[in-house]
């Protein structure tokens, strides 16, 4: 039993930041990696960025330079800074927890990047 838990998402201007937090509870031990995810009305969902459990991190290419993947492991929390935020980043984002070879989902939030 893993659950995840999403938050932080919102509408917010272009060039504007937010920041995504998501906790994990329930049987959670050991070396895990977490992560987000993100899907578009009508596109594929994307990876977004990874941490493992040792903080090595990395990213798509298109949110490369502009957002941060960070963890507190004690807290089983991972978190993503967005900075620099464009229209294009407006998706519903997932959070990701891979441990043993399995994958466990959030429930999403929505960010929505408009003028």
């Known amino acids: 039993q893993v659950r995840l838990v999403e938050s932080g998402g919102g509408l917010v201007q272009p060039g504007g930041s937010l920041r995504l937090s998501c906790a994990a509870s329930?049987?959670?031990?050991?070396?895990?990696?977490m992560g987000w995810d993100r899907q578009a009305p009508g596109k594929q969902r994307e990876l977004v960025a990874r941490?493992?459990?040792?903080?090595?991190?990395n990213y798509a290419d298109s949110v490369k330079g502009r957002f941060t993947i960070s963890r507190e492991n004690a807290a089983n929390t991972v978190y993503l800074q967005m900075n620099s935020l464009k229209p294009e980043d407006t998706a519903i984002y997932y959070c990701?927890?891979?441990?043993?070879?399995?994958?466990?989902w959030g429930q999403g939030t929505q960010v929505t990047v408009v003028s």
């Open positions: 990701n927890l891979e441990r043993r070879a399995r994958d466990y």
């Open positions: 329930g049987s959670i031990f050991g070396i895990y990696t």
């Open positions: 941490v493992t459990s040792s903080g090595s991190t």
